[in-house]
């Protein structure tokens, strides 16, 4: 009897090592959760964000309470910070997540653009962030314009061409074949502006297809607007370098940076080779940040 007494003294004593969790604990870990998925929002703007940062930062068991929230909804959370707020992207199966087909359609019918509209995201990701000391340095703010991106891809397309011709190979394949050397002959085809008389932008054209780009990453909170020169320019926010980060080892990432191709919108960075690869092959949907 005496021994059944002291195991229940105990037991009952255990929980209180541990701060029970509360329903107001819950929904605070999801409020914050809430707010990552509002990526425009910034925390030094919104008083209650901020505050549910620094006990994400301070307090081990909320924080661990709010990562939980965000996994159950498919989430992964890239950084929680005053700098990112707490920035979080869609895993392949959540109820969150973008795929490229999707995108694309939304912005023109030929499905045979979704291609185009990932190579255009890799372009922006890849002259946003050309040297790897870029994507580490934290306080680098990379800049790109809409027709900036357009002459980097125009520019690649070039030394795909001339790399194909060395080697002998295939320079006008299918449309539809997978991979940046079955690609380039589409976009460099395909009209920089459109047809129009005042040489408005179409959405077809590549500097429309690179315009619903950065447009979708401005609204997502990954980029900001700063003029409308060069087709419209814009800088990167912390949470977009987070992103390109979580993607920077994707093979058609490498690719667009093994061609050596100089950015043109400031002059300052240059691309350097990735490493020697044999599997460099972008996929139809590739596109950031998509999922195929």
Known sequence: MTEHVEWSDTEASAPAAHTAVTPADAADAARLVAFGLQPRLQPAR???????????????????LADAVAAGLGLIVLEVSPRAGMAVTAAE????????????????????????????HLAVAAMAYPRPEDLADDGYIGRVSVNGVDAFVRQACRRLEERAEQQGENT????????????????????????????RRLAGSTTGIVGKAVAF?????????????????YRTAARYQLQVRDMAGAAAMAELLELGVVPVTDGVPTLLPAEESDDLELVADAGLPFHS
């Open 46 to 64: 919104d008083q209650e964000y901020a505050e549910l940062l620094r006990r994400h930062r301070e307090d081990p068991a909320f924080a661990r």
């Open 172 to 199: 006008d394949p299918a449309s539809d074949a997978p991979g940046l050397e079955a690609a380039w002959r589409v976009w460099a085809r395909r009209s920089a502006t459109g047809a129009t008389k005042d040489a």
């Open 217 to 233: 990453l401005t609204d997502s909170g990954f980029l900001q607007r700063t003029g409308d020169d060069n087709g419209g320019t």
């Open 93 to 120: 199966d959540s109820v969150f997540a973008v795929r490229m087909g999707d995108y694309a359609r939304r912005t023109s019918a030929d499905g045979g653009d979704r291609f185009l509209h990932g190579l255009a």
